[in-house]
């Protein structure tokens, strides 16, 4: 018997022979080690407090200063009437993204206000974003309530980034003049192709039932 094979069958016996010797990791352990949690007490810190707030004066490094249009939508007591972001087109896929995400679940895919969650919450009905009176409202306006929340809408502040809250907005306002736009108003091409959708319904359409 050469000497590697030696080796080899050497290491696997003493391989097995530590089963059970040496205890597995418990990741448990990682849970279950000393930490403070949110709003528990702590000797650590003069105040008793373990949540310590940060020095004064101190804001995210991430934070835009100086541009009250981008950051609160509202400049001078008064809502802003336009998006302050260069409206593109990948502004507007970020827009929608945020959108299906965060708002349609209550708010519906359409803007409508009809949807599965919509449906079982009696307290109070998520409205139509694409009525009024929120068609009438100052994009500033939509853009503090998805900033702050709103009733029983919670802020997405901390999901969505001021720009990203600023393409749900342009979003909102896409969908808006989408449900209801004058077919004059739209280029000759497209008023020519909506007048021919028109003309002629698709086979098979069913208009879905309203909600009761």
Known sequence: MSA??????????????CEDVVPEVDL???????????????????????????PLGTVPRDRVLGNPAFTDGVVDGAYVDAVPVPLTRELMSTGRFGFETYCAACHGLDGSGRSAVAHNME??????????????????????????GYGLMPSYALELSARERWAVVAYV?????????ALDALPPDLRNEAERALA????????PPEEP
């Not at 590697?4 to 022979?17: K, N, P, S, T, Y």
């Not at 448990?28 to 310590?52: C, H, I, T, W």
């Not at 306002?173 to 736009?181: E, I, K």
Request: aromatic share 8%; hydrophobic share 40%; net charge positive.
């Open 4 to 17: 590697r094979v030696v080796v080899v069958l050497a290491c696997a016996a003493l391989a097995c022979g």
């Open 28 to 54: 448990q352990q990682m849970n279950s080690q000393y930490k403070v949690q949110p709003y528990e007490a702590s000797a650590l810190f003069a105040d008793g407090r373990g949540m310590q707030s940060p």
């Open 123 to 148: 307290l109070r009905k998520p409205p139509p974003l694409v009525a009024e009176p929120v068609r009438s409202f100052p994009v500033g306006r939509i853009f503090q309530v998805a900033t702050q």
């Open 173 to 181: 306002r896409a969908l808006q003049l989408s449900q209801s736009v």
């Open 200 to 207: 002629s319904p698709q086979k098979g359409y069913v208009k």
